[in-house]
């Protein structure tokens, strides 16, 4: 089942699940073990876990204009969020687990008391996609699952839900698609239809597996417990 077709209840129950993964990943981890490095190149754990913090607060930002009507942008600017994110990671370890903690805190609570007519206001993006307020829970669940992964200390995909893993999948292909990257890679999925990512170049590679180990690779985490036909490389999606 796709995520936008469950009720918004659900949506935000998965969410809250995400964040509650993410948390669990991050509380087994050492003061000394957040100075390494993750599944993203360049970052360590505290550039992830401050990441994560600044995104609730961003989305919080898109949540008060979805109810006061006041344009308020996620971020400034690009660099903005990166200086934001740099100087995140040189707090305590203490302070940059208040910051994921609290900023979820936030956002839950904008959620909680959002107005029923503000969930289809319209805002925007990080990348200018007007969207409605409604898909700030996608945004959120989205970051929350992947991001636990990516901490690198035993997040797997085949913990996600099937609706997650579903609209990840279509995201990931939609963007290629809209970006024309991928031609000549099909996705093998189990006990679903194939897929070719561009649809008009014919197939020169093939990734099979399980929904979660095709996601994974196709969301630029590793090829793991997937077999790969041919030399594909996933293309940047985000």
């Known amino acids: ?51 994560v913090g600044y995104n609730a607060a ?60 503000a969930w289809q206001a319209l805002v925007r993006t990080a990348q200018g996609r007007p969207v409605p307020a409604s898909e700030t829970v996608w945004m959120r669940t989205r970051e929350v699952w992947i991001h636990a992964v990516d901490l690198d200390n035993g997040g797997r995909f085949g913990d996600f839900p099937d609706a997650v893993l579903e609209s990840l999948l279509a995201d990931v292909v939609g963007q290629w698609r809209m970006r024309e990257r991928g031609a000549g890679v099909r996705l093998c999925i189990d006990d679903r239809p194939t ?18 180990a095709v996601v994974r690779w196709a969301t630029g985490r590793g090829a793991v417990d997937v077999e790969i036909k ?7 999606w985000l």
């Open 195 to 212: 897929i070719d990512v561009q649809e008009s170049s014919p197939p020169t590679s093939q990734v099979s597996g399980t929904p979660a």
């Open 1 to 51: 089942m796709d995520f936008a077709t469950l009720p918004l209840s659900e949506r935000l129950l998965v969410a809250h699940r995400g964040t509650a993964y993410f948390a669990q990943r991050l509380a087994e981890l050492t003061d000394e073990e957040l100075d390494r490095e993750t599944l993203l190149p360049g970052w360590t754990r505290r550039h992830l876990v401050a990441h």
């Open 230 to 236: 041919g030399d594909p490389i996933p293309p940047t």
């Open 58 to 117: 961003a989305l919080c930002r898109l949540l008060d204009w979805a109810a006061s009507g006041v344009e308020t942008p996620m971020y400034a600017s690009p660099e903005q969020r990166a200086r934001e994110i740099e100087e995140g990671a040189t707090l305590p370890p203490a302070a940059i687990r208040n910051l994921f903690t609290h900023t979820a805190a936030r956002l839950s609570e904008r959620w909680r008391n959002l107005p029923a007519s």
